[in-house]
T-cell receptor
Framework: EPEVTQTPSHQVTQMGQEVILRCVPI?????FYWYRQILGQKVEFLVS????????KSEIFDDQFSVERPDGSNFTLKIRSTKLEDSAMYFC????????????FGDGTRLSIL | SQQGEEDPQALSIQEGENATMNCSYK?????LQWYRQNSGRGLVHLIL?????REKHSGRLRVTLDTSKKSSSLLITASRAADTASYFC??????????FGTGTRLQVFP
């Protein structure tokens, strides 16, 4: 069964550094998402992406964050200048459509900011 | 309570028993989805129920939805040790985002 794959599985970065998290969504999916889960807390929506542009973003997704689909397969989340509070598990998801279609999640990237 | 609150927060049962988890939400929804998360892993989609549906089955899973009470339940029948995980409801209000609940940690003892 097709899967969403994320790399790396664990990223350790110094505060203030830039980090790029990578995702390969399921190939025939058209909608892409990033969520994050701070340890012990809820999964929180960050951003959705469709047709090469952001379709919705949360308050968390400020100017430090950006997303890109640089080619036909990868979907990236960039954090420009990381803060300690960015430490979390970041999940990429994709769906074939929106509405009545489930979102399929990757295994996540654990981001640790030192 | 916030959108997507599950109860109980934790549930421990023996193999073979049924497990029931409940979810409440506040706003109107397009559909409601249940996900499972094994420790340190991603979210696995279990079942989606539309707002105009009242009950749905998938294998050992049974989901109900009561839009008048803004609540849903997930029943896992004949539980197995492999069902040990956290279970989350997530609501879709016809925007692009899913709003997740706080989750129920299920422990199934062999």
């Amino acid at each position: 069964e097709p899967e969403v794959t994320q790399t790396p599985s664990h990223q350790v970065t110094q505060m203030g550094q830039e980090v790029i998290l990578r995702c390969v969504p399921i190939s025939n999916h058209l909608y892409f998402y990033w969520y994050r889960q701070i340890l012990g807390q809820k999964v929180e929506f960050l951003v959705s992406f469709y047709n090469n542009e952001i379709s919705e973003k949360s308050e968390i997704f400020d100017d430090q964050f950006s997303v890109e689909r640089p080619d036909g397969s990868n979907f990236t989340l960039k954090i420009r200048s990381t803060k300690l509070e960015d430490s979390a598990m970041y999940f990429c998801a994709s769906s074939r459509d929106r509405g009545y279609q489930p979102q399929h999640f990757g295994d996540g990237t654990r981001l640790s900011i030192l | 309570s916030q959108q997507g609150e599950e109860d109980p927060q934790a549930l421990s049962i023996q193999e073979g028993e049924n497990a029931t988890m409940n979810c409440s939400y506040k706003t109107s929804i397009n559909n409601l989805q249940w996900y499972r998360q094994n420790s340190g892993r991603g979210l696995v989609h279990l079942i989606l129920i539309r707002s105009n549906e009242r009950e749905k089955h998938s294998g050992r899973l049974r989901v109900t939805l009561d839009t008048s009470k803004k609540s849903s339940s997930l029943l896992i029948t004949a539980s197995r040790a492999a069902d040990t995980a956290s279970y989350f409801c997530a609501t879709d209000d016809d925007t692009d985002k899913l709003i997740f609940g706080t989750g129920t940690r299920l422990q199934v003892f062999p």
